[in-house]
């Protein structure tokens, strides 16, 4: 069987804007977008330009819009598309190359929600505690790997690019309900400003956009509860 | 052509350099920024894609929280899962630091599962086992089956934490000697890094430089490695005079997904599940009655080609069915739910109600780069230290992992000798002088690149690649022999000079992936070439090294560690000599579970 391939090309040394080309590409029923893709380059034009790695769903490196929708190359199969592919940059991210988009200010977000453990106390010679509940509390969000195809779903950060995004609220919401941690009150207090969590709209999109199936929508809800509970 | 490639390359002096940002790089880099050593992390992706992040089943440490466990009991198990070639002094150093390196990634923030009183849970993995050997064990410790992306995670969060410098998405493509090369005793005194998104050239000058640059099994048609993966450090060092060691050691994992090779992990078998034959019998019964499913991953990848031989493959096919549908839906899916997902969408099984159809996948490397304990790389037999070069993790040998890795043992490592790497570059950098500016140093890479991305015409990158996956899916796989193994050497060799034609299609300065295709092309021929060689140099098995036309372990001859060097000039490699086993607690007896 063959698809027809649109991909959203640009190439910032030889365009002056993105365009589409189409691209006849054979494939097998098993096949992966990813697979698709990797064969247009190989039979058809070596510079097509896309990120991948782990080609597994685990690595993050291939949100993109595929059919008009935010998801992992590597996690759609090709027929759950039907016959005709497109594949474009993630919107909202500026572009680089191709389907490379720049993801520079998408980890400064994420740096900027204080992402790791802050504990104070001596070190212990042991493992602490923590129950399977407490646990449980702050899984979910474990999940993420920063693929950044829920933020630029997101219609708020579309319309503010300054706003925190999804994907940050998310690991911000990781240690915050994290029994160990001891910063949730300075993390909370970067989320209660104009850019932080009140830009949520709850679309959804973001958990419909979510390749790890993470309940995103909720987790924005919680920190937001969490901030007005602070008084 | 390429302009970027033209400019004066960017100057960089950092005291050091760590190559790759998976766990034994982050936590290298971590250690140096305690001890404020001024570093410099490289990596050709984010440091969130690195493959540390797919591991799945967990790492074991004999915490004994859930029933007795010795760090000794883990260190012979290590050695016996190698089938006698790990060091011993390897081993202990493994098996004695997991403990305090699990205990400080709880206190860094890992989420680990718990058991009911709060403490760190742990659960079965393939031949770890108590007391030297009389059943399994629970020493796996684990986050869900996402226990890989938890520490890749949490040691890129302290990283941030720290303020680790990192130069994403630059792609390292040489190391800097000066005074020759590794073998005429020269000191490696830095890299040249290629900024993807402009394609401009960066000499990094240091005192001491990581290669943490992961494994290369890429090599493989059927594999469970990222894309990334084609072996960089091992080549690059190769190409200065370095040798490889142990390259025939390579790790087919048992239950790849059929035809994709993508992992289902151990701790399914670990969790209890079945691997069952087309009559619908747990065959391991057979091959290893004591550990069942829970046998090493060398003997179950060979039992399963057995029964496939035999005709008992699932409907006489190429693959045996793993099988978890006694375990219950809560287990299933809240122990294993990343590799439930992998089954439902890329094989469109439901592993709740369905046996998963599976068959081996080049998984791991057991060889690579040699060092010593401190993670110093090695230049000869005697251990002769290269100044300023130092690895940790899949690109390195120390040998922990002897003839056959244990699974978990792979996290152990880049946790624990990713620590030792920082500590001990930590301490060469406030004694050592910073190497010599040299005008030009980025002469010869650059050259080689501008030849790769102006050549006219020429055969494309991916044929050959295509080439190379089944000449070594078909001559160095699972099963061996010298007639295999020699036409594997000579194609490989082919392969390396229709290399020398290679084109690039893509001429272009920025984000170009058809040019770093092709340089990772260039790194897997090489680590190919090291590892048919060393294969065919091996007349006895041993481990994952399974020749059939030797089928015995031959500790006479072969009690040691092989080391190969790359030829001159790209011309074949035909030096090999021979390394002792270190061997302390643990007399060689026959491997039996």
């Known amino acids: 069987m063959d698809v027809e391939l649109k991909i959203q090309r640009y190439d910032p040394e030889r365009d002056s804007a993105p365009h589409w080309e189409t691209y006849r590409v054979p494939v097998e029923p098993m096949d992966r977008v990813l697979d698709v893709l990797t064969r247009a380059k190989e039979l ?133 309900f994290d029994s160990r941690d001891q910063g949730a009150d300075e993390r909370l207090e970067i989320l209660s400003n104009e850019d932080g969590v009140w830009r949520c709209r709850t679309t959804f999109n973001c958990v419909d956009a979510c390749p790890r199936g993470i309940n995103i929508t909720k987790a924005i809800l919680e920190v937001s509860t969490a901030i007005g509970s602070r008084g | 052509m390429s302009s970027a490639l033209q400019a004066e390359a960017g100057q960089i002096d950092v005291d050091a350099i760590v190559v790759g940002a998976g766990g034994a790089g982050l936590w290298a880099a971590l250690e140096l920024a305690r001890e404020g050593i001024p570093t410099a992390v ?42 006698y070639l790990t060091d011993q002094d390897a081993a202990e ?40 050997g009389e059943g399994p064990v629970r020493r796996s410790c684990y986050a869900a089956d996402r226990t890989g992306h938890m520490i890749l995670q949490t040691l890129y969060q302290q990283c941030i934490k720290a303020g680790v410098k990192f130069y994403d998405e630059y792609h390292v493509v040489d190391l800097l000697f000066e005074g020759g090369g590794a073998d005429q005793g020269g000191r490696c005194s830095g890299v040249v890094g290629y900024k993807i998104a402009d394609g401009s050239l960066h000499v990094l000058r240091a005192k001491a430089v990581l290669l943490a640059t992961g494994g290369y099994g890429r090599a493989w048609r059927v594999t469970s490695n990222a894309h990334s993966l084609a072996g960089d450090g091992m080549a690059l060092a190769w190409r200065h005079g370095v040798p490889l060691m142990d390259m025939e050691f390579y790790q087919f994992h048992p239950t790849g997904i059929v035809g994709i090779g993508i992992l289902l992990s151990e701790a399914a078998r670990g969790e209890g599940g079945y691997l069952l034959n087309g009559e619908g019998k747990r065959f391991m019964e057979t091959y290893a009655p004591k550990l069942m499913e829970l046998a090493p991953r060398d003997m179950i990848s060979r039992a399963m080609y057995q029964e496939i031989r035999a005709g008992r493959g699932i409907d006489g096919k190429d693959y045996v069915f793993l099988d978890v549908r006694h375990l219950g839906r809560k287990v299933i899916e809240e122990k294993l739910p990343d590799i439930t997902d992998f089954a439902r969408v890329y094989q469109g099984v439901e592993p709740i109600s369905e046996p998963v159809p599976v068959q081996p996948t080049a998984h791991y490397a057991m060889g690579g780069v040699p060092t010593n304990l401190e993670t110093e790389v090695i230049a000869n037999a005697a251990g002769a230290v290269v100044p300023g070069l130092f690895a940790a993790g899949e690109v390195a040998c120390v040998s922990v992992h002897g003839a056959n890795r244990l699974g978990t043992n792979s996290l152990v490592d880049l946790l624990v000798f990713g620590k030792r790497a920082g500590k001990r570059m930590a301490e060469v950098c406030k004694k050592t002088t910073a190497p010599t500016r040299v005008a030009g140093a980025e002469r010869a890479i650059r050259d080689e690149m501008r030849a790769l991305s102006t050549r006219p015409e020429g055969v494309r990158p991916a044929e050959i690649r295509r080439a190379l996956a089944d000449v070594m899916m078909e001559g160095v796989g699972v099963y061996r022999d010298e007639a295999l193994l020699a036409n594997a050497v000579k194609e490989i060799q082919r392969l390396k000079a229709e290399y020398q034609h290679v084109r690039v299609e893509d001429t272009g300065s920025v984000f170009n992936t058809d040019l770093l295709e092709a340089r990772e092309l260039g790194y897997l021929l090489d680590a190919s070439e090291a590892t048919a060689v060393s294969a065919l140099a091996r007349k006895e098995s041993r481990g994952a090294h399974s020749r059939e036309d030797y089928p015995e372990r031959d500790d006479v001859r072969f009690l040691a560690h092989t080391l190969v060097w790359r030829g001159a000039g790209g011309a074949p490699a035909t030096k090999i000599d021979y390394k002792p086993v270190t061997i302390t607690k643990f007399e060689p007896k026959p491997r039996v579970y």
């Open chain 2, 42 to 83: 490289l990596t050709k992706l984010y440091p969130t894609r690195s493959h540390t992040g797919a591991a799945q089943g967990g790492v074991c440490a004999a915490l004994g929280n859930v029933e007795e466990d010795h760090w000794e009991w883990h260190m012979f198990d290590t050695i016996k899962g190698g089938d």
């Open chain 1, 44 to 176: 058809h034009d070596g510079s097509i330009t896309f990120r991948r790695s782990c080609a597994h769903g685990v690595c993050g490196s291939d949100a993109l819009l595929i059919n008009g929708r935010n998801r992992l190359a590597c996690k759609v199969r090709v027929e759950q598309l039907g016959k005709s592919i497109s594949v474009a940059p993630l919107p909202g991210l500026p572009v680089v190359k191709d389907l490379v988009v720049d993801m520079d200010e998408f980890f400064g977000k994420y740096r900027s929600v204080l992402p790791f453990l802050v504990a104070d106390e001596p070190e212990g010679a042991g493992e602490r505690l923590q129950s399977p509940e407490q646990r449980e509390a702050y899984d979910d969000t474990t999940k993420c790997i920063l693929c950044a195809a829920c933020t630029s779903s997101c219609p708020s950060f579309w319309a503010q690019p300054e706003y925190v995004g999804p994907a940050a609220i998310v690991n911000a919401h990781r240690f915050i």
């Open chain 2, 93 to 132: 150093v493994l098996a004695r630091e997991a403990i305090p390196a699990v205990i400080e990634l709880e206190r860094m923030g890992l989420p680990f599962n718990r058991t009911p009183d709060g403490k760190i849970d742990q659960r079965r993995f393939g031949g770890h086992t108590r007391n030297f």
